[in-house]
């Protein structure tokens, strides 16, 4: 028999057992576990130990990764550079450029039998098809260059994904040693430990647990959290989170075998069965579209209960996630940032101005020319002027490609993404890139304390012990034996397992903290005490636990219950001082006697001993028990007959003996208070929000600097936050909030909902002019609300659990507090480059597109050829956004205040520049057009044949241009008005390079691009002169800075207002109509059109229920049936959006309904609620409850009720209305409301 690493090598149980393992829930996975014979059984049948783990040779984990498969899913493989060559070739002005080359290289073959044609002529047309390729060579270099950006832009966020995944570690058992392993290293058979916090990576059966919850709502969409325990429910599923407690487990399924993993290979497979359906419909197949449509879902619901039976609910849940995981996918792609919203819409602006123009310039050198040649000349038309006609369009063309700014999305994505890389060796870790451009934004920020603002490298310096107050460590033999001995014991046990000491790698390090770093300060105490903590845990370990209560928010406290040696319990409990003192009965006083703990003492040792510690910047945590026996109780001991109910845990947590209070010191990061002060320059308010002491906070706060002695700030406790921005009904109220968030510093004690609920606070108040723009650091579970809410969520990447990790935007790998400063300066670079790009890219394009058109006007021919405008378009695209989004920030960019939501994209002085230096070229290039032959001595280009050689006078233009664009790309360096262009011009190495290889291409390009480039090489004087052009605008810049931007009108600045605008703008019509059909979304009239039938539909619904009898409507009193559009009852189905729910009056009986004719849907009419009756009103009430007063005879009128008429006149006039409606009425609104079992109908 084949052997393994001396095992045999057929495993007890098969991938295919494992898999209908993994399908169980509940009490049937306890079942399905017992069938197998138990988990320990489970173990031995996978050749593993749950104490010791696998042995870790590497025979073993090779082969047991060649049969049970390895932990990753394979990502779909990354687009070649062929297939991006291929999209960029897919670009409309670009395939109209190529046709049209094309074109012009077939005619320039063609020679039809011309007799007149003159010698010379055949001469030059010898040259007629350099053009031609000219034009085809340089679209191929556009699109290279394109795809080669796309191409290394993928490749870096492969890398930054790579990055994210690897960082990802878990801790599992191997030779009886806990060790972090990454997670794709982890095999079936794997012993991993599960605590608070973690994503899971794998699927797993539980060994032991304590006090486990888990929300599985990646997997099944419930939101409640499942209660998992090796009784109750032992699966635990990967792409799962611990939101409580902490457990061991055997791992049972990795990679595409686990639950996430078959749901990403289903999501895989309907996204290719997708797209390759989307294909097929475009090439007319429609017949194809129902039956893949058919046939996808069996399949799905195959693979998920792949060969396995599961419970009902179960088989509801996870086709259900794998659909909402994809449209959260979708959903979260198709977010804009703010800054990409507003520069597709300024592209798409600057395009419909472009093509307009270029349209223009076709249409006017077409006309010009058959006026010449045929009405002027009067000759008889010849094939060969097909190619005349042939380049007047590619002129046209070029000018849209001009026009067109392609490289405002480059630029962007490219100075994002060499950002990204840069912010990594800042120590951030961007997950979503808009994040980076957003923080530049920032005016607040929300930060944790521990670890982020301190070390969160705590020790024990201060302690109280038996009436002993010692502000240095005391010794063991300070201290009375049996006290000592149960504080050892009460910190050792009652602690998580995964908390340990480690001693440092060089003999003179610190020792390493692993774990919760609280929990280490106390293992330290133990340790400086003499004990090794490390014995007493393996004396009881985790299995002889009888109940874990583990810590959360909520308990600021952590319990665990062991059994005594001689029978009973015993209850270890640490936490928060004031917490465990308000729980405590009794304490140990002078020399270890018992003591009844009274109120007195209590508040004695809270004003003398914990506040002193928490003013000392100290955390304060306590220490007690409690003896629960089946014999004689002591005075501070429980009598029990049988298990206590340890559920109840008000009742275990009560009448405790306090042991000990330690002050644990967590040190401000010396590097914090410097990193404040820059933010507090830069206009950024950082607050700070903290679980902790309200005094240890404001110690802690005035170390830092958030607190600065003249300032008007408040200090809150999470009570009396919540006590003043709640009205008398405990609703929260936004204008209560933005009174207390302004001069808001310190928020203590406060809860992960507090945190939510200041976060979303500030980002909804109106309060500021340019509305807040917050960032949120967190590392807790819990803090993933707030950190999703915040506009950039900093996750702790040291400290930080999985699941905020999950919810952040970007990860600070070394959970430092400057590193978000160095975020700031790096996201207010990423908004200034794209600014500096903007605004060269808009002089060019102004100049370019004028200079092509009036040139047509006026000399029939543009001064720029089709080539040479090509080339113009890779300098100012491609290579000048790599070039100025490249610029590396400065400590300047911290001096000024934030932009905010609402800033223009293009501010006064940007304008004044691209305006000005605008002005300028257009002088010089229209100057050059129409004197410059007679300036310069030369031959005049004007008027010349259209198939004529280059002339050294548009040569001198089209240099003259090129010139005054490279000079203006380093004015272009500076938009704040700064006077110095050159300042730090050479700390940026890419932007000099590509200057440099500009200017000499442009002079190659010049002495000798001849017929290919349309260029005549220039004389030295000539080159001069177009230099000095080109130098001019530097000069010209300084003059234009002198103008003072105030006085211009502020209508200059363009792209103003809430972002809002503008990414509805762009989602009108998208969000809701998400299906396979995406490529027939309806367009904003159509949806319009819907919701206007829908709420008629509602309003005729209403007026059909008021039309039955009376008598009829105190026989029903069932009042109404919810449901949603698609019920078969309503009257006109009609797909809108997410489906509102609508209430559907049935008032009328069965019988009635049935009779009840459908009323047709008018067109919509426009009536305004004065057309009614007057004798009607709107009945603001339960209208069964009026119904029953009018039959009751009850003639006094309700205040709500404008009218008294009779049953039958109100039946009678509601009929009438009803008839009437579609002629005539359309209401402007109605309201349908359910609320304490109260229907109210408002019309």
């Keep these: 028999?084949?052997?393994?690493?001396?095992?045999?090598?057929?495993?007890?149980?098969?991938?295919?057992?494992?898999?209908?393992?993994?399908?169980?829930?509940?009490?049937?996975?306890?079942?399905?576990?017992?069938?197998?014979?138990?988990?320990?059984?489970?173990?031995?049948?996978?050749?593993?130990?749950?104490?010791?783990?696998?042995?870790?040779?590497?025979?073993?984990?090779?082969?047991?990764?060649?049969?049970?498969?390895?932990?990753?899913?394979?990502?779909?493989?990354?687009?070649?550079?062929?297939?991006?060559?291929?999209?960029?070739?897919?670009?409309?002005?670009?395939?109209?450029?190529?046709?049209?080359?094309?074109?012009?290289?077939?005619?320039?073959?063609?020679?039809?039998?011309?007799?007149?044609?003159?010698?010379?002529?055949?001469?030059?047309?010898?040259?007629?098809?350099?053009?031609?390729?000219?034009?085809?060579?340089?679209?191929?270099?556009?699109?290279?260059?394109?795809?080669?950006?796309?191409?290394?832009?993928?490749?870096?966020?492969?890398?930054?994904?790579?990055?994210?995944?690897?960082?990802?570690?878990?801790?599992?058992?191997?030779?009886?040693?806990?060790?972090?392993?990454?997670?794709?290293?982890?095999?079936?058979?794997?012993?991993?430990?599960?605590?608070?916090?973690?994503?899971?990576?794998?699927?797993?059966?539980?060994?032991?647990?304590?006090?486990?919850?888990?929300?599985?709502?990646?997997?099944?969409?419930?939101?409640?959290?499942?209660?998992?325990?090796?009784?109750?429910?032992?699966?635990?599923?990967?792409?799962?989170?611990?939101?409580?407690?902490?457990?061991?487990?055997?791992?049972?399924?990795?990679?595409?075998?686990?639950?996430?993993?078959?749901?990403?290979?289903?999501?895989?497979?309907?996204?290719?069965?997708?797209?390759?359906?989307?294909?097929?419909?475009?090439?007319?197949?429609?017949?194809?579209?129902?039956?893949?449509?058919?046939?996808?879902?069996?399949?799905?619901?195959?693979?998920?209960?792949?060969?396995?039976?599961?419970?009902?609910?179960?088989?509801?849940?996870?086709?259900?996630?794998?659909?909402?995981?994809?449209?959260?996918?979708?959903?979260?792609?198709?977010?804009?940032?703010?800054?990409?919203?507003?520069?597709?819409?300024?592209?798409?602006?600057?395009?419909?101005?472009?093509?307009?123009?270029?349209?223009?310039?076709?249409?006017?050198?077409?006309?010009?020319?058959?006026?010449?040649?045929?009405?002027?000349?009067?000759?008889?038309?010849?094939?060969?002027?097909?190619?005349?006609?042939?380049?007047?369009?590619?002129?046209?063309?070029?000018?849209?490609?001009?026009?067109?700014?392609?490289?405002?999305?480059?630029?962007?994505?490219?100075?994002?993404?060499?950002?990204?890389?840069?912010?990594?060796?800042?120590?951030?870790?961007?997950?979503?890139?808009?994040?980076?451009?957003?923080?530049?934004?920032?005016?607040?920020?929300?930060?944790?304390?521990?670890?982020?603002?301190?070390?969160?490298?705590?020790?024990?310096?201060?302690?109280?012990?038996?009436?002993?107050?010692?502000?240095?460590?005391?010794?063991?033999?300070?201290?009375?034996?049996?006290?000592?001995?149960?504080?050892?014991?009460?910190?050792?046990?009652?602690?998580?397992?995964?908390?340990?000491?480690?001693?440092?790698?060089?003999?003179?390090?610190?020792?390493?903290?692993?774990?919760?770093?609280t929990e280490c300060a106390l293992l330290g105490f133990v340790q400086g005490l003499g004990v090794k903590y490390q014995s007493i845990r393996e004396e009881i370990t985790e299995d002889k636990f009888t109940r874990v209560y583990t810590f959360n928010s909520v308990r600021k406290s952590m319990g665990t219950v062991i059994p005594r040696p001689n029978g009973g319990y015993r209850l270890y409990t640490k936490g928060a001082s004031e917490i465990i003192m308000k729980k405590c009965a009794f304490i140990y006083g002078h020399e270890g006697t018992l003591e009844k703990f009274t109120r007195d003492m209590q508040e004695r040792l809270i004003r003398e001993v914990i506040e002193p510690m928490a003013c000392d910047g100290l955390r304060t945590i306590s220490v007690a028990y409690r003896d629960f026996v089946p014999g004689k109780a002591a005075i501070n001991e429980v009598h029990i007959d049988c298990e206590p109910n340890w559920d109840d845990e008000e009742n275990i947590m009560t009448n405790l003996t306090c042991l000990c209070v330690v002050g644990i010191e967590d040190p401000v990061r010396p590097e914090v208070p410097d990193a404040i002060r820059k933010c507090q320059r830069a206009g950024i308010t950082v607050r700070m929000v903290t679980g902790d002491n309200i005094n240890t906070a404001r110690s802690i706060a005035s170390k830092c600097g958030i607190l600065r002695p003249n300032d008007d700030f408040l200090i809150l406790e999470g009570k009396e936050f919540n006590r003043r921005i709640r009205d008398s009904n405990g609703d929260i109220q936004q204008h209560l909030i933005d009174k207390v968030w302004p001069k808001l510093r310190v928020l203590a004690r406060s809860s992960p909902t507090d945190k939510y609920t200041l976060v979303k606070g500030i980002i909804d108040s109106t309060v500021s002019e340019n509305r807040e723009v917050v960032a949120v650091t967190g590392d807790g579970t819990n803090d993933g609300?707030?950190?999703?809410?915040?506009?950039?969520?900093?996750?702790?990447?040291?400290?930080?659990?999985?699941?905020?990790?999950?919810?952040?935007?970007?990860?600070?790998?070394?959970?430092?507090?400057?590193?978000?400063?160095?975020?700031?300066?790096?996201?207010?670079?990423?908004?200034?480059?794209?600014?500096?790009?903007?605004?060269?890219?808009?002089?060019?394009?102004?100049?370019?597109?004028?200079?092509?058109?009036?040139?047509?006007?006026?000399?029939?021919?543009?001064?720029?050829?089709?080539?040479?405008?090509?080339?113009?378009?890779?300098?100012?695209?491609?290579?000048?956004?790599?070039?100025?989004?490249?610029?590396?920030?400065?400590?300047?960019?911290?001096?000024?205040?934030?932009?905010?939501?609402?800033?223009?994209?293009?501010?006064?002085?940007?304008?004044?520049?691209?305006?000005?230096?605008?002005?300028?070229?257009?002088?010089?290039?229209?100057?050059?057009?129409f004197v410059g032959d007679l300036i310069l001595d030369i031959e005049s280009g004007r008027g010349q044949e259209l198939n004529a050689g280059p002339t050294q006078h548009f040569t001198i233009i089209f240099n003259t241009f090129v010139m005054m664009t490279l000079f203006n790309e380093i004015n272009a360096r500076k938009i704040h008005g700064q006077r110095n262009v050159i300042e730090g011009l050479l700390t940026n190495p890419i932007f000099y390079t590509i200057w440099i290889f500009t200017m000499i291409s442009q002079v190659l390009i010049i002495q000798y691009g001849k017929m290919a480039f349309s260029t005549k090489a220039l004389s030295l004087d000539q080159w001069l002169w177009c230099i000095f052009f080109g130098v001019g605008t530097l000069v010209w810049g300084q003059l234009i800075t002198s103008v003072p931007t105030r006085k211009l009108p502020k209508i200059l600045s363009w792209g103003r207002g809430h972002p809002e605008e503008y990414t509805d703008a762009m989602h009108l019509g998208e969000e809701r109509f998400d299906s396979i059909d995406s490529d027939k979304k309806p367009r904003a009239g159509q949806i319009l059109w819907i919701r206007g039938l829908t709420r008629l539909q509602t309003q005729l619904r209403v007026i059909r229920a008021f039309r039955s009898t009376l008598e009829d409507l105190n026989e029903r009193r069932s009042m109404h049936s919810l449901h949603s559009l698609r019920s078969p009852r309503t009257a006109m189905q009609i797909p809108v959006g997410g489906g509102y729910p609508l209430y559907n009056f049935n008032l009328l009986s069965k019988h009635q309904q049935q009779q009840q004719p459908k009323p047709s849907l008018p067109a919509q009419q426009n009536v305004s609620p004065a057309m009614l009756p007057p004798d009607i009103s709107y009945i603001d009430e339960d209208p069964l409850q009026h119904q029953r007063s009018l039959n009751n005879g009850l003639t006094q009128p309700n205040p709500s009720i404008s009218t008294n008429i009779s049953a039958p006149a109100l039946s009678q006039r509601f009929s009438e209305i009803a008839h009437s409606l579609p002629q005539q009425i359309r209401y402007n609104n109605i309201e349908s409301k359910h609320s304490n079992g109260q229907n109210e109908t408002r019309i």
């Design 1 to 517: 028999m084949a052997t393994i690493d001396g095992r045999p090598a057929q495993y007890g149980i098969s991938l295919k057992q494992l898999r209908e393992l993994m399908e169980h829930r509940g009490r049937e996975g306890v079942m399905k576990i017992s069938e197998f014979g138990g988990i320990h059984e489970l173990c031995k049948k996978l050749y593993t130990s749950p104490n010791e783990g696998l042995s870790g040779s590497k025979a073993d984990e090779e082969h047991r990764r060649e049969t049970f498969g390895s932990n990753v899913i394979p990502p779909k493989p990354p687009k070649t550079f062929l297939t991006l060559v291929w999209e960029a070739l897919q670009d409309v002005t670009l395939i109209i450029l190529e046709v049209a080359a094309l074109v012009s290289l077939g005619l320039s073959f063609y020679k039809p039998a011309d007799e007149d044609a003159p010698v010379l002529q055949e001469e030059e047309e010898h040259h007629g098809w350099i053009e031609g390729l000219a034009i085809l060579i340089s679209v191929i270099v556009v699109v290279i260059v394109t795809a080669f950006n796309d191409y290394s832009k993928e490749r870096q966020f492969r890398g930054l994904q790579n990055r994210i995944e690897g960082e990802h570690k878990f801790s599992v058992i191997r030779g009886g040693e806990v060790c972090q392993i990454s997670v794709g290293d982890i095999l079936v058979g794997d012993i991993a430990q599960v605590k608070y916090g973690d994503l899971l990576p794998a699927d797993g059966c539980l060994i032991q647990s304590n006090d486990l919850k888990v929300d599985e709502s990646s997997l099944t969409g419930e939101s409640d959290h499942v209660k998992k325990g090796s009784d109750i429910d032992p699966m635990v599923l990967s792409g799962t989170h611990v939101m409580e407690g902490s457990g061991k487990m055997v791992v049972t399924a990795v990679g595409v075998n686990s639950q996430a993993g078959i749901i990403f290979t289903l999501l895989g497979a309907a996204v290719d069965e997708q797209e390759a359906e989307i294909k097929k419909m475009k090439k007319g197949e429609s017949d194809v579209r129902p039956q893949i449509k058919g046939s996808q879902t069996p399949t799905q619901r195959q693979t998920v209960a792949s060969e396995g039976t599961k419970s009902e609910s179960e088989g509801n849940h996870v086709p259900q996630s794998s659909s909402t995981s994809a449209a959260a996918e979708t959903g979260h792609k198709k977010e804009k940032s703010v800054l990409q919203a507003k520069l597709t819409k300024l592209a798409i602006q600057i395009g419909y101005a472009g093509s307009t123009i270029a349209v223009l310039t076709v249409i006017i050198l077409i006309i010009q020319f058959c006026i010449k040649t045929f009405v002027i000349d009067e000759k008889p038309w010849k094939n060969t002027y097909a190619n005349n006609l042939v380049k007047h369009l590619i002129i046209g063309v070029t000018v849209l490609v001009v026009a067109v700014p392609e490289g405002l999305p480059l630029a962007v994505t490219l100075s994002l993404a060499y950002s990204v890389k840069k912010m990594m060796k800042d120590n951030n870790l961007v997950r979503h890139l808009d994040a980076c451009e957003t923080m530049g934004n920032a005016t607040a920020i929300c930060s944790d304390k521990t670890g982020t603002l301190t070390t969160n490298r705590m020790t024990v310096v201060q302690s109280y012990i038996c009436e002993k107050l010692c502000k240095v460590l005391p010794t063991l033999s300070d201290i009375p034996q049996h006290v000592g001995n149960l504080i050892t014991m009460g910190i050792s046990v009652n602690s998580a397992y995964t908390s340990n000491i480690m001693a440092g790698q060089n003999p003179g390090d610190l020792p390493i903290q692993v774990g919760n770093k």
């Design 785 to 929: 609300p707030a950190l999703k809410k915040a506009d950039v969520g900093f996750a702790m990447g040291i400290a930080g659990t999985d699941v905020a990790k999950e919810a952040s935007d970007i990860i600070l790998t070394d959970d430092n507090f400057s590193s978000i400063v160095k975020a700031v300066m790096w996201g207010r670079n990423v908004y200034d480059s794209i600014a500096k790009f903007l605004q060269f890219q808009l002089t060019v394009n102004v100049v370019a597109v004028i200079v092509a058109f009036i040139g047509a006007c006026a000399v029939q021919d543009s001064p720029l050829k089709a080539v040479q405008m090509l080339w113009v378009n890779l300098i100012m695209d491609t290579l000048a956004s790599l070039a100025l989004a490249t610029e590396f920030p400065t400590p300047d960019l911290l001096l000024r205040k934030p932009y905010g939501r609402t800033k223009p994209l293009i501010s006064r002085t940007m304008m004044k520049n691209i305006l000005g230096q605008a002005l300028y070229q257009l002088v010089i290039i229209f100057g050059l057009l």
